[in-house]
């Protein structure tokens, strides 16, 4: 093993080992995701700067390392892009690069890209998915520059929306549409971290912003959902860190036999009456029903935003009711009064879902009523 990769090894398990720590003793779980991704940072300078990294390759992080958030047991993800096809010279440098990068003992997802197959291996959407969130960790910034443009040209908003939706109705059924399993997956199931990401992926790439502000500031939410939004993301990511650190893997099932030792680890103890466990998951599912709820009304929104209003006639129900785009909705979308002066409508409009099997669910304006 290489001397330098030896003394990188050992310090990055020194740090990681510091932020971890701080993260036990109360630390922020967001400040811990991204202090890993910054060690990973400065680690992976330094191997690039001993692989002999030339001004036509630049190493990039992306995916969830991307965009700054390393959980303890996750992949980092990096792309080695090339300015142009690869020489002997470029071959044996990413070689040597990649030797490295396996040698300091991080779980390294890489690829190797040109600038052209970057762009067209962009329509895979799990391809671009991932540089959509792509950070330049060493290299030179114009070749960076370069990618983020060619990335940004073949990004169909309409289409892109359309496959991720599909993408996330075919998790969910996957994941048997239930947001409260018993042994949910946070990253994965119905309610986890996956469906805010879908939104924030969607969001960027139609180019409506990157973050929960950036969205309540466009008018897709109220600053206040954006912040019931970032409580409860805040949350499920606090499961799914101690959950890696309890198993000592990238392990995102929150199983019955570790649901206790997860939730000791969270400051959460039993009560009189219930197991630490039961107030672990009431914990997680509220949460997951912030994200259920969030996801259906901001996909909505973008789709609205994207493709217009227009669509079939609305169809009455009854005076509160109606049926519009094939969703359940209120006569009177912009009537935020509805069920205060008729509290039975909460009720029946529930009855109205089960009753009319053709309603493909409930419409924005309506679930923030409810």
């Known amino acids: 093993m290489d001397e330098v990769a030896v003394k990188l090894r050992d310090r990055l398990r020194r740090e990681r080992d510091v ?29 690039a700067e001993a692989a002999g990294v030339t001004r036509h390759i630049a190493l990039i992080a992306v995916g969830g390392y991307g965009r700054c958030e390393l959980f303890p047991h996750s992949d980092v993800d990096v792309l080695i892009l090339l300015k142009r096809p690869a020489t002997d010279a470029d071959t044996a440098t990413i070689e040597k690069l ?70 996330q109705q075919q998790r969910h059924i996957k994941y048997d549409e239930a947001p ?82 997860v939730a000791e680890l969270s400051g959460l103890h039993a009560t009189a009456t219930r197991r630490s466990s039961e107030v672990l998951m009431q914990h997680y599912y509220r949460a997951a029903k912030v994200v259920t709820t969030m996801n259906t009304i901001l996909l909505q929104n973008i789709e609205h935003r994207l493709f217009g209003r227009e669509g079939e006639e609305a169809r009455l129900l009854d005076a509160t009711f109606v049926i519009r785009n094939e969703l359940l909705d209120l006569t009177d979308p912009s009537d935020s009064t509805a069920f205060s002066r008729d509290p039975n409508g909460i009720l029946r409009a529930f009855l109205l879902m089960a009753q009319h099997r053709e309603l493909k669910g409930m419409s924005a304006p309506l679930m923030r009523s409810l």
């Open 19 to 47: 932020l971890i720590q701080v993260f036990n003793a109360g630390g922020s779980v967001d400040r811990l995701l991204r202090d890993l991704a910054r060690s990973a940072d400065q680690l992976l300078r330094e191997i």
């Open 98 to 167: 990649i030797g490295l990068l396996w040698d300091l003992g991080l779980p390294i997802g890489h690829s190797v890209r040109t600038l052209d197959e970057c762009a067209s291996e962009a329509h895979d959407i799990t391809v671009l998915t991932s540089m959509l969130e792509a950070r330049l960790i060493a290299g030179p910034r114009p070749l960076f520059n370069s990618f983020r443009s060619a990335i940004a040209a073949a990004v169909n908003r309409e289409a892109y929306f359309r496959d991720k939706l599909l993408e």
């Open 180 to 261: 409260y399993s018993l042994e949910p997956n946070v990253k994965e199931s119905p309610g986890g971290l996956r469906d805010l990401q879908v939104v924030l992926w969607i969001a960027r790439a139609s180019g409506y912003g990157a973050s929960w502000a950036e969205l309540a500031r466009r008018g897709f939410i109220t600053a206040e959902e954006a912040s019931i939004i970032r409580r409860s993301e805040r949350r499920i990511k606090e499961i799914r860190a101690r959950l890696h650190l309890v198993t000592d893997r990238r392990e995102d099932r929150l199983v019955f036999d570790v649901q206790s030792a």
